[in-house]
């Protein structure tokens, strides 16, 4: 390089260096503008005012330009990367709109499912092995049709006064987007039609700052995801991490087709036996089957989850939080809340006509085991997809707070005798589609912290 040429091309990079510094320290880092104004002093600099001969100055731009692109893309990027790892004083971080450990630290919201629409499953295998055989015939006839209308209208009424009540006790109440159930849909293994987004707790569940989509096992609720999908992608995009378990293809292969059920003895046979009538082909597993103490999580192999599904589980969450897997003497094992529901820090309530059979492990941790009392909902309201046991499905607002069904006026003074004030709501015609309060619903956000409550 020639001396002149040589002297210029170090007059240009202390020049640059010189104004790439200034404009670095600025605090308008990001500014589009200001960097066209410096780089229009830089230029004015040294073209106009510099001592540099005129034929220099004529080849400078071929001979610098490139040096000078440079510096200045390496000026954004230090100063992306600076601007990445210290935020702006004056901006305030928001906190996580997806928080919750456990099953009764203070509700602060919550996504309450809906009717809506609501359409009876066609009658396949896995549905006909999760139901009573008193309700085969409505199945038979009613399978992929609406519900019937006045008692469904009556279910939407409820939920509606539910919602308002959650917010007049303090709670933000989310609800899921209204959608066709009756539309068909086909996938390379099955044909089916759609059910309901009624009972958000089967499918959500939340563990720390992390919402789980559940795969289901029903093939009508293949695609029930879809009316939670805005809420989820909303909460995402605020912050919360979300997981979506590995989708099973329902195959026929999932289930067993000859599953032999007519009475309930044939139900306690099977169970007794750990025969379900999903197999262990793919994972799947409903979010209902789990529930929440801390670091602890206790799950039951039923109807809808299989040992695949809990192993990915287990998985998972691992090493921050343990799954334990529990049994009761159930004759149709399907979701776990209207049998073993964790009201507070080792509080349980047990039902008494489904012992745990490992209750004395619980004992032992120094847990209380409280059995709630008989049901008192009429032998002739249609429980199409439930038990009665829905008295004891009850969604706790805190420690002190519960809240239970108008109508069970015994299990209510229990509340009361543990010092829990009860927040009576009436869902009676909500229970006829599978729930009580806690399937109805998935806590969102609760104000808490990670502890262990089980050793």
């Known amino acids: 390089m020639p001396a002149c040429l040589y002297k210029t091309h170090s007059f240009v990079h202390s020049l640059s260096h010189t104004y790439i510094y200034s404009f670095r320290h600025t605090k308008h880092i990001c500014k589009p503008s200001l960097m066209h104004s410096y780089i229009h002093a830089f230029f004015h600099h040294l073209f106009c005012d510099s001592f540099l001969h005129t034929e220099i100055k004529l080849s400078l731009p071929l001979q610098v330009g490139r040096s000078v692109s440079r510096l200045v893309q390496n000026v954004f990027r230090r100063s992306s990367s600076a601007a990445a790892v210290q935020p702006h004083p004056q901006e305030e971080v928001e906190e996580c709109p997806v928080c919750a450990y456990n099953e009764w630290d203070l509700l602060e919201e919550v996504i309450v499912g809906r009717a809506e ?29 609406t519900f019937p209308e006045e008692h469904l209208k009556k279910a939407i009424t409820e939920i509606e006064e539910m919602c308002n009540i959650l917010r007049h006790e303090g709670v933000v109440v989310q609800r899921p987007e209204p959608i066709d159930w009756s539309v068909e849909y086909k996938t390379p293994d099955f044909t089916s039609t759609g059910m309901y987004a009624a009972m958000p707790r089967d499918i959500l569940l939340v563990v720390g700052n992390e919402i789980i989509e559940a795969p289901m096992a029903w093939r009508a609720r293949f695609f029930e995801y879809r009316a939670y999908r805005p809420l989820i992608k909303e909460y995402f995009r605020r912050g919360a991490k979300w997981t979506t378990a590995p989708k099973p293809t329902m195959a026929d292969e999932l289930y067993d087709q000859e599953y032999p059920i007519r009475t309930v003895e044939d139900r306690h046979k099977l169970a007794a036996e750990g025969k379900f009538v999903t197999t262990e082909h793919e994972p799947c597993f409903d979010a209902a089957d789990f529930i929440r103490a801390g670091t602890d999580l206790f799950v039951q192999r039923s109807q ?27 004759p149709n094992p399907m979701h776990i809340d209207a049998t073993f529901n964790i009201i507070g820090p080792g509080l349980v309530l047990s039902n008494p006509d489904r012992p745990c059979r490992q209750i004395e492990m619980f004992k032992k ?55 829990i004030e009860t927040i009576k709501v009436s869902i009676r015609h909500a229970n ?9 619903t998935t806590d969102v956000r609760r104000r808490g912290t990670l502890q262990s409550y089980f050793h």
């Not at 359409?119 to 049709?145: D, I, M």
């Not at 695949?308 to 691992?318: F, V």
Request: net charge positive; aromatic share 14%.
């Open 117 to 145: 629409n609501a359409r009876v499953p066609p009658f396949t295998v896995e549905v006909k092995a999760n139901t009573y055989e008193k309700y085969w015939p409505f199945y038979q006839k009613y399978g992929g049709q």
């Open 432 to 440: 006829s589609l599978g729930g009580g309060f806690h399937c109805w």
């Open 304 to 330: 809808v989850t299989n040992f695949m599904g809990i192993e990915w589980m287990r998985r998972h969450l691992a090493p921050n939080y343990k799954v334990h897997i529990i049994s009761f003497k159930d």
């Open 365 to 419: 941790a120094g847990w209380t085991v409280v059995k709630p009392p008989t049901p008192l909902i009429p032998d002739d309201h249609p429980l199409w997809m439930s038990s009665k046991w829905l008295s004891m499905n009850v969604l706790m607002l805190d420690e002190k707070r519960v809240m239970v069904d108008a109508n069970e006026t015994t299990i209510q003074k229990m509340f009361e005798s543990l010092g």
